[in-house]
């Protein structure tokens, strides 16, 4: 992440810090290191084959101090835009996840993004064209003036128009997501942020109450709508001054960044990554122990050295399994494969020596459902949550057709958590 971070944008620090922010729950010096030689390895081979220059070139002015009361109600409006980014996505994606019929799904998303385009053409691709006429002054070239005609003359229709845009972006961004396209979510976030900027300046522009540079709050809104989706206010920061070369900017950028964070903070405490990690499961946290058995899967610890048996097996030839096997649990499966029950040394010891009962006992009589089961791609933490209710020692592992693949045990998951947690430890 941190080599990717730095080689699409050329941004070697944001490329660590993100790691740090968003990604890692602990610091230290065997973690750091590894991300500092990716970052600036990753940077360097960029460089080479694309070029040293900055990814967005971008028309600044010098900062003044006056700016400033600006730059703080720049960082408060986006915060609240990042509330609103944050909610609005996770709430399109899972309204749209959630129409079962993948074609419908498709012809849905598609038609919406359509129209969403031909409206308003900046919401095409990733809108970095849009962005970087904006970062330099040039707003007509971020508008495609041949729909609108005459009206694209008016003063007041640009920031109208680009506040649709901006608001508009969430839902072509879902569309593209939730519809099995790629749409992002760096990207959106970077062009939206400038739109913020350049929609506030110029509407101050307009009423007369300042004259602010455009140009300089389409970039630092880039840092601050960033600072709030992530909540990564450090990597927003040096993210926006590498991507940009705008380090003059330095200190506005830390100001709306920071009122940004703050602002969010307050109503939402998990950045739309987190909320994504955590529904799915992947959420590393600075709880030691959460974040080892997040770490941990089901697949890996798999114990498959149980000999199956079948229900029409004969308690003799049952006997003769248990005479071999290394195992005291015996699962009972069909002729597909699918779990039918367990049957333990306990439930055949008390018999297990009358030669009488060898022909007339038979498996599916001695055999009982398993007190409850996981599936190889359950998260750990409900796989605890089924020991604990359960009282098991070891349950039966299972794929989604109900077909046996092993048993999971209490002891080979505390092994498994010594080992993560040591390795853990040590970096």
């Not at 230290?28 to 081979?45: R, Y």
């Not at 049952?318 to 069909?334: A, H, M």
């Amino acid at each position: 992440a941190a080599a990717a971070i730095a080689g699409i944008f050329k941004a070697p620090l944001a490329g660590v810090l993100f790691c740090f922010e968003i990604l890692l729950f602990n610091l230290t010096l065997g973690s750091i290191i590894p991300l500092l030689t990716a970052s600036i390895t990753a940077t360097a081979v960029s460089s080479l084959l694309t070029g040293a220059d900055v990814s967005f070139a971008s028309s600044t002015a010098p900062f003044l101090l006056a700016n400033i009361p600006y730059y703080l109600l720049l960082g408060i409006i986006c915060g609240f835009v990042s509330l609103f980014f944050t909610r609005t996505t996770l709430f399109m994606e899972s309204r749209i996840s959630g129409i079962k019929n993948q074609y419908k799904r498709w012809a849905i998303s598609a038609v919406a993004l359509g129209l969403l385009i031909v409206v308003f053409p900046p919401l095409y691709g990733e809108g970095y064209g849009s962005l970087s006429a904006l970062l330099n002054n040039n707003v007509e070239g971020a508008v495609d003036s041949l729909i609108y005609g005459p009206l694209s003359n008016s003063a007041w229709f640009i920031p109208v128009f680009f506040s649709l845009v901006l608001l508009l972006k969430v839902f072509a961004m879902s569309f593209t997501n939730a519809g099995g396209g790629v749409g992002g979510t760096f990207g959106p976030t970077l062009f939206m942020g400038g739109v913020l900027g350049f929609v506030l300046s110029r509407i101050l522009n307009l009423t007369g109450i300042s004259v602010l540079p455009e140009s300089n709050f389409a970039l630092v809104g880039m840092a601050g709508l960033m600072a709030g989706v992530m909540q990564a206010p450090l990597t927003a920061i040096f993210l926006i001054a590498e991507l940009t070369g705008g380090y003059q900017l330095l200190m506005p950028l830390i100001i709306t960044a920071v009122c940004s964070f703050v602002t969010v903070r307050n109503f939402e405490p998990y950045s739309i990554y987190t909320k994504r990690l955590a529904k799915e499961g992947k959420l590393l946290t600075h709880d030691s122990d959460q974040a080892v058995l997040t770490l941990l899967k089901t697949s890996d610890i798999i114990e498959s050295d149980f000999v199956t048996i079948h229900p029409d097996f004969s308690l003799e030839e049952l006997v003769k399994v248990v005479e071999k096997s290394k195992r005291n649990l015996f699962p009972v499966t069909d002729k597909d494969g699918r779990l039918q029950g367990i049957v333990t040394l306990d439930d055949i010891r008390p018999i297990m020596f009358q030669r009488e009962l060898y022909a007339t006992v038979f498996v599916s009589e001695l055999m009982h459902r398993p007190l409850d089961h996981v599936f190889e791609d359950e998260r750990m933490e409900s796989v605890m949550e089924k020991f604990e209710r359960s009282g098991a020692w070891n349950l039966p592992v299972l794929d989604h057709e109900y077909k046996y693949l092993g048993f999971v045990s209490k002891s080979r998951i505390f092994s498994a958590y010594r080992e993560q947690l040591s390795q853990v430890s040590h970096e």
